[in-house]
Every structure is written in C-alpha cells, then in structure tokens.
T-cell receptor, first 116, second 118 residues
Framework: AQSVSQHNHHVILSEAASLELGCNYS??????LFWYVQYPGQHLQLLLK??????LVKGIKGFEAEFIKSKFSFNLRKPSVQWSDTAEYFC??????????????FGKGTKLSVKP | GAGVSQSPRYKVAKRGQDVALRCDPI?????LFWYQQALGQGPEFLTY????????KSGLPSDRFFAERPEGSVSTLKIQRTQQEDSAVYLC????????????????FGSGTQLSVL
C-alpha cells in the first residue's frame, strides 16, 4: 500500500534550535514530494516541493528538504526555528507512472511546538 | 474569492442524519479535490473533479458518500445516514491545472469543515 511515514508525532524545541523532521515514502518509482504546513487555525499551505533536479530543495521561511532516493526519504530541515514555526507539518507525495500520476498521499503529520 | 472557501466551518449531526458540505474553489481552477482528515491523521483522498467531471472517486469510503460539481465550480460533498466514524475534518482543495500536469501539484486548501457525528 502507498504510505508516508513521519517518524515523530510531536517535536518540542526551543527557539534557535535546529529542526529535522523525518519523512519516508513507500513507492519505488518516480515521485514528486511535498511538505505542507498548517499553522494553528489556518489552512494547509505548501512549504516546498521536489519534482526533479537538485535534490536539495529550498522553500519558504528558511525551510529546506533533501530528497535521498536510495533511502526513500525527504526530510525537512531548518537551521534555527522561531516561535512562529509552531505548526503541524505534513509530508506528502504523488506517484508518477507513465504520463499519469496518482493522488497526493499524506503522512500523519508532525506537530512542532517551539518554546519562546 | 481570494482562496478556497468551505462551509459550514463546523457541523454537528445526529447519527443517521444527512449532511451537505460546500466548497467554493478559487475562480477558474479546473481541478478540485476532497480529502478527509480524521483526528491525528493526515488528509486522505476522497475524490477528484476536473471541471464538472468526477474522474476519480476511489477514495470515497462507502456509497453513503456522494460528491458533485455540476457547473464545474462549486462542489458539494454529501454524506447520507451519517455514522460516528464519519467524524472528521473534510478538506477541499483546488488547482489551476488539470491533474497530471506539473502545475497541478500546487494545491490550494480550504480551512475545512469539521463534522462531528453524535
């Protein structure tokens, strides 16, 4: 079955700490990968995405993610978190096969709480 | 409007009651998706529309769930004879392009309708 594993359910950090959220997906073929963020009381927003090319992708607000095909991973990183980064983060992917694609498959999410 | 709008924001239903959830996508967006997000879970795909055509309904959990987009803009997700396991946040997302093209991956999500079935 298609799946996305996010290793941490809840991460608590102090401001200025470095962040790494793990994400692994289960499909062995071509994929597009995403991180979405949901701030408290707000809708899901795209943080960054990987389609092809440079496996290190930079997104908004200083976030970046690295696609490692051999590990089926797409971990999210930020060198120094801020209180305003408190949110829930969802990893997602789309399978690509032939000229078509599957649906967006989400992980269960990781809640990030940043202490001021 | 500026974004994807969903109504109502909250809905409480008695078990067995029918409910209708509305989604107003961004004007001009071709693709429209419905997702179900249970507590503590990520969004799960329900169905996909390209304009008025429902091209994929493989994620609908039962025949009690029905979705339509008759004029290719507003969409309604209807759940008949609601059950407690239907309690979840129902998310709508829209995209400018047709599914299968690169631009389709830019999905804009609404704030969702939180359905509680008692």
């Amino acid at each position: 079955a298609q799946s996305v594993s996010q290793h941490n359910h809840h991460v608590i950090l102090s401001e200025a700490a470095s962040l790494e959220l793990g994400c692994n997906y289960s499909y062995g073929g071509t994929v597009n990968l995403f991180w979405y963020v949901q701030y408290p009381g707000q809708h899901l927003q795209l943080l960054l995405k990987y389609f092809s090319g440079d496996p290190l992708v930079k997104g908004i607000k200083g976030f970046e993610a690295e696609f490692i095909k051999s590990k089926f991973s797409f971990n999210l990183r930020k060198p120094s978190v801020q209180w305003s980064d408190t949110a829930e983060y969802f990893c997602a992917y789309i399978r690509r096969y032939g000229g078509s694609q599957g649906n967006l498959i989400f992980g269960k999410g990781t809640k990030l709480s940043v202490k001021p | 409007g500026a974004g994807v709008s969903q109504s109502p924001r909250y809905k409480v239903a008695k078990r067995g009651q029918d409910v209708a959830l509305r989604c107003d996508p961004i004007s001009g967006h071709v693709s429209l998706f419905w997702y179900q997000q249970a507590l503590g879970q990520g969004p799960e795909f329900l169905t996909y529309f390209q304009n008025e055509a429902q091209l994929d309904k493989s994620g609908l959990p039962s025949d009690r769930f029905f979705a339509e987009r008759p004029e290719g803009s507003v969409s309604t997700l209807k759940i008949q004879r609601t059950q407690q396991e239907d309690s979840a946040v129902y998310l709508c997302a829209s995209s400018l392009a047709v599914s299968g093209t690169a631009n389709n991956e830019k999905l804009f999500f609404g704030s969702g309708t939180q359905l509680s079935v008692l």
